[in-house]
Structure formats: C-alpha cells, structure tokens
C-alpha cells in the first residue's frame, strides 16, 4: 500500500461525502485507501484511511486538540458554558491531558461495568416489547419502532431522565447528532437547530440537576452530580457539557449500530437467521457490523507537534481525518473486507476510536447491541426488506432514517 505524498484537491475528498454515496461509501473509500493510506490535502490537512495509521493517529500523543478559545463576553453563547477565565468548556471528547484524564476519571467512577451490568433485564423487557410490536404488526419501520426508540429509553434511564420528558430529549439528540460533522461538510440548516438543541439541553439539565442535587436517586445523574460534591470536583459546566456528551455519544451512535446491522443481516443470504435459532451469532455479529458498516465514519485529531504519519510529514496545526469507516476495511487486516459475514472471528477495527478517547459506552452499546439481535434471531428469523432504506444525511454519524421491514 502506498503513502507516497500526492496533494488531492479538497473538493474531490469532500466529494466522497456526496449525498449518491451515501448507500455505499465502501468503493471510493477502497479507492483512496489503495491511492494512499495518507493523503495529503490542502491546508496541511491529511486523510488518514489505512488501518495501522488510523490506529497510530488515535494513538500518539503528537495529535489530540487544539486548546479550548477564550472568549470574550459578547461573544459568549448561552449554550456554551465558559470557565471561570472565559474559556469555553468543552466535554472531556474534546480535551487532552491533563484535563481529559481528570474528567474522564470522575466519570468513569459513576459509568461502571457494574451500572451497565444493571441495565440489563431493562434492555431485555424494552427488546423484547419493540421486536413483540414489529412481530405482530407485520409491517413495521424498524428504525421508528426499535432502533431509534431503544437506545434512547436507556440512556434515559442510565441518566435518571423522568418518563415524560424522553420524547423532547430524543428530539434535542437527533438535532444535535446532525450537527456533528466536521465544519467542511456542516450544511448551514442543521446549526441552528442544533444550537438550539444544545440551549434548551443545557437548559433543562441545569434544573434536574439542582433537583437531583437536592434529592439523589440511582442514576448517573446523582452520581456525577455526587462526584461533583467531593473532592475532585466537576464544576456545573463540567458537569453540563458532560451530559450533553454522554446524550449524544450514547444515543444516535447506538441506533445506527442497530440500523446498520439490521440492514446488512437482511442483505445477508440466510437474514436474521444467520445469526442462529437462539441468536447465538449475536455478540460476534455486532463486532461484525462494528467493522462492516460503523456507526461512527470519521473523527478529527489537530498535531500538536510536527510529526509523521505513515511516510507523511504533519506540520504543527495540521489536521488529520481518520476514516474510520476506511480503515475498518483494511485489507490488510481483515479478508474479504468488503463480506458482511457474522460468523467471522471478531476482527481489529476502530469503530470505537483508540487510545486515551476509546469510547467509554462500548461496554453498554456492545449489550444493546448484542441483546437486540438476540431478540431478533428469536422472534423474527423471518424478517425481510419490505423497501428502500433511507440514509440520514449525516457523516461523522453513518445510519438510517428509515428502514421498512416485513416478517
Ligand atoms: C468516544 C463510538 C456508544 C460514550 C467514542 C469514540 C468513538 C465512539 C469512535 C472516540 C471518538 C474520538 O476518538 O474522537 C461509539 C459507537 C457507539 C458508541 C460506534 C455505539 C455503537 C456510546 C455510548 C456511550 C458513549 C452508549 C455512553 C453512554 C462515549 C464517550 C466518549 C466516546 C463519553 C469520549 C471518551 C473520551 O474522550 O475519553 N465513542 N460510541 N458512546 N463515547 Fe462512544
């Protein structure tokens, strides 16, 4: 494979994300990956699409992200919280060391193994309620009936979102999940409802967490707000931004690993069935799909530092996008990359990032995954494409808006 440093124009890597490839961005990502591992962009900028630089990007400490800006007070949004010196404060996501290790520590205090082990027999009832109404209604949009719903229900409960609300919090999500792309491929018409979003997100945790302050329950919530209380301290915008992270890190993402996999496993030959009477496929599976179709396509790191990435010199500033969804089929690591097969040994892939950023839900979106496949493969071994699926107009986040099914 070769690195060698050819400058592509931008508006020819931007086309990669045109609305036509949505469907199936696999061939031209093949392309620039066999073109060049790491190629070269104007503005100092590489596209990172084989698996080993991927891997090494995510991994060294030369890239992370620029320092938070100072604001000055006009400029200040209200959606923004700023820290006691006017800086904007990002979610640990966005941080290096030695904030990113100090935030990332006190959540993972309150986002145990244990706390997603306890959400289990909820997932399994909300699995097992949605695939029942998609089973007897026959016909159903499985992204409005399962896939989107779930994910949603359980970060809610994980985060002690009162029953009545969810509907207004999974509408913020999705407008906020639209807004994530890199600024190059941002459309104007998603900002401002995301901003929105954001407002009347941090808005809203603002007041249940003086509610839960005053009077803790089970949840992460309580917890973080706990966390908040001893010692080493999460202020309340740590505290906001916090939640807006883990609102929309552990929403949409989850969805559409439950969309992807559900859409490769009914173009695959045997459908559900693949994954065994019992679903005993299941857990394999969701790496596959991980792999296969990841919900998460891209990420951006800044160098920090002059540095090299495969046979690439990065000057200080530049900016790497890993292609995630590229480097997941890297040829040299996985056969056949471009098979869908479930039954495959779990393969390496950066679905979750890598390094100090590696995804702090992939324990519980590995459950939510894993349990609703299960479902599946019991319920509806049956179940067939009843039509076209329709993609959201998303890239960082790759998933579906619609997915019509039939048993
Ligand atoms: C980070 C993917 C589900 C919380 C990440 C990153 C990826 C990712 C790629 C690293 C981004 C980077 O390095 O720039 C996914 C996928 C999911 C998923 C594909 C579902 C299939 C979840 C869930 C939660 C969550 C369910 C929480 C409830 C986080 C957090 C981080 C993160 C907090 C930041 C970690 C850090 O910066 O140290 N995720 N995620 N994710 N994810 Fe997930």
């Known amino acids: 494979m070769s690195t060698t440093p050819v400058e592509n124009d931008l508006s020819t890597f931007i086309g990669l994300f045109g609305a036509e490839r949505r469907p199936d961005p696999y061939p031209d990502y093949r ?48 959606d923004e919280p700023v820290d006691e010196r006017g800086r904007v404060v990002r979610s640990f996501l966005g941080l290096n060391p030695p904030d990113h290790t100090r935030l990332r520590r006190l959540v993972s205090k309150a986002f145990t193994p244990r706390t997603v082990e306890r959400l289990t027999p909820r997932i399994e009832e909300l699995a097992a309620t949605m695939v029942g109404r998609i089973a007897e209604a026959g016909e159903a949009d499985l992204m409005a009936e399962l896939a989107a719903p779930l994910p949603v229900e359980v970060i809610s409960e994980l985060l002690g979102v009162p029953l009545d609300d969810r509907e207004r919090f999974a509408a913020w999500s999705h407008a906020m999940a639209r807004a994530l792309d890199p600024d190059f491929l941002l459309a104007p018409e998603v900002r ?33 707000v706990t966390a908040a209380d001893d010692g080493d301290r999460l202020s309340e915008g740590e505290l906001l931004v916090t939640l807006t992270l883990l609102l929309t890190a552990g929403h949409e993402t989850t969805t559409n690993l439950i969309g992807n996999g559900v859409l490769a496993l009914l173009r695959h030959p045997d459908g559900v069935g693949a994954l065994g009477p019992g679903g005993e496929l299941a857990e394999g599976a969701v790496e596959e799909v991980l792999r296969y179709d990841s919900p998460v396509q891209l ?6 530092r002059d540095t090299v990435v ?36 779990p393969g390496r892939h950066l679905a979750f990032g890598q390094g100090i950023h ?32 329709r993609w959201n107009p998303t890239t960082t986040l790759r998933g579906l808006a619609a997915l019509p099914v039939t048993r």
Do not use: K
């Open 358 to 389: 590696f995804c702090l839900g992939a324990p519980l979106a590995r459950l939510e995954g894993r349990v609703v496949f299960r479902e599946l493969a019991r319920r509806v071994p049956q179940l067939r494409l009843a039509g076209e699926p």
């Open 192 to 224: 401002e409802p995301a901003v929105r979003a954001r407002q009347e997100f941090v808005a809203y945790f603002r007041e249940l967490a003086a509610v839960r302050r005053r009077d803790p329950g089970e949840d992460l919530l309580s917890t973080l």
């Open 299 to 304: 990420t951006m790191r800044t160098a920090l």
């Open 310 to 345: 495969g046979d690439v010199a990065v000057a200080e500033g530049g900016q790497a996008i890993v292609l995630i969804g590229a480097a997941n089929r890297d040829p040299a690591v996985s056969a056949d990359p471009d098979v869908f097969d479930p039954s495959r040994e």
């Open 31 to 78: 392309r620039w990956r066999e073109r060049a591992a790491v190629a070269v962009l104007p503005g100092g900028m590489v596209a990172v699409s084989g698996l080993a630089e991927a891997t090494q990007v995510l991994r060294d400490s030369a890239f992370g992200h620029p320092d938070p800006e100072f604001l000055a007070p006009e400029d200040r949004r209200p």
